[in-house]
């Protein structure tokens, strides 16, 4: 069995990979935090393995057969009238695995339709949405989960229109006693099968991610490191209006540029880490932060909490709420509301599944 977890990790590692740039690829709401947990958690969680679904759409791998029949919801109001949301719904099938079905769908909402001059005629509307099929599989005598998700993908913006496939790939590896684990998941790989403009094809957001997740024994915590963007290693942005001084305007003699502190800034712009906080059985506190969000967005004069993320879980009755706000910048923060159940526990007397720390 360890041979084959070896190969497994060796064929995952040997996929091609291409470099991603903001801005330079279609079908970036691929990208956005979709469940209250994960916006709270820094706005990525591909390694926290439990019975929740809607963490299962970072990682196919997280699916489990506790999961039968389980619904997860969640809607997200974003920036600039921008609304967007997620609808799952989870099977086990005992000799298969275990399968899970989703779309979700991303409004940009009405603008007005106007010339270079400002004459209006009209709105126009665009919108995105993907129908995912998902399916995961543990290796048998193993704590080695592998998963995919396929994803069908459709864009329109006014008249324009485009549609394309992805494939997400993930491998868990889950040592329940040691309530530890680490996953790896390659991301959108895919392309676009049809193009916003037939001399125009965009790439897809390509990422290949790794992360770990501890719960201590005893402590009602746990910890989650999710590292992005393996596939590019400089994320740094420079602003052309305003570039990093390299010379003394005053001398003339170059400034001198630390190195540690250089390597320490790029390391941390690929790390988003969590932390969840179990009140009682029924409430749970959760605190995130994105370095790269903060780096991006904070105003020097007033950083304020950009780049932190909150919320909370609770379940009463056979329902699980969580919330989670999550601070871009001094204008404003995205809220994000999330619901789950297990159908099970509406018609049997099996406890329906619940989230587990």
Do not use: C
Request: no cysteine; aromatic share 14%; charged share 20%.
């Amino acid at each position: 069995m360890k041979k084959t977890q070896f190969l497994l990790f060796l064929m995952l590692l040997s996929i091609t990979a291409f470099s991603q740039v903001g801005g330079n690829n279609t079908y970036k709401f691929l990208n956005l935090p979709i469940s209250a947990r994960v916006t709270a958690l820094g706005g990525n969680l591909i390694s926290t393995k439990d019975n929740d679904l809607n963490v299962a759409l970072n990682n196919p791998s997280l699916l489990t057969d506790s999961m039968d029949n389980n619904v997860a919801l969640s809607f997200i109001n974003y920036f600039g009238g921008i609304k967007y949301g997620y609808a799952a719904y989870a099977k086990n099938f005992k000799k298969l695995g275990n399968f899970s079905a989703g779309v979700n769908y991303l409004s940009y909402g009405k603008t007005v339709r106007a010339d270079e001059i400002g004459n209006t005629d009209g709105t126009w509307s665009a919108s995105e949405m993907s129908f995912n099929l998902a399916y995961a599989h543990t290796l048998l005598d193993s704590n080695l989960t592998v998963g995919a998700t396929l994803k069908t993908i459709y864009s329109q913006m006014d008249t324009y229109f485009s549609w394309g496939s992805a494939l997400d790939i993930g491998a868990t590896y889950f040592r329940p006693k040691k309530n530890f684990a680490v996953a790896f998941v390659i991301k959108n790989a895919g392309r676009q099968w049809r193009n916003y403009d037939s001399g125009n094809k965009e790439k897809l957001p390509f990422e290949m991610q790794i992360g770990f997740s501890k719960k201590p024994k005893h402590v009602p915590i746990r910890l989650s490191f999710t590292y992005e963007n393996l596939e590019k290693w400089d994320l740094t942005y420079e602003d052309p209006a305003n570039p990093t001084q390299t010379v003394d305007p005053l001398t003339g003699e170059a400034i001198k540029q630390n190195k540690y502190k250089i390597f320490g800034d790029k390391l941390m712009r690929h790390m988003v880490i969590g932390g969840e906080v179990i009140i009682t059985k029924n409430l749970f506190l959760r605190l995130g932060y994105n370095y790269q969000r903060r780096k991006e967005l904070k105003i020097p004069e007033k950083r304020g909490m950009a780049g932190f993320s909150f919320g909370f879980g609770f379940r009463v009755y056979k329902f699980h709420f969580s919330y989670g706000r999550a601070v871009y910048h001094l204008a404003g923060a995205t809220n994000n509301f999330s619901i789950s159940f297990d159908i099970n526990g509406f018609y049997s007397k099996k406890p329906a599944t619940s989230i587990t720390l």
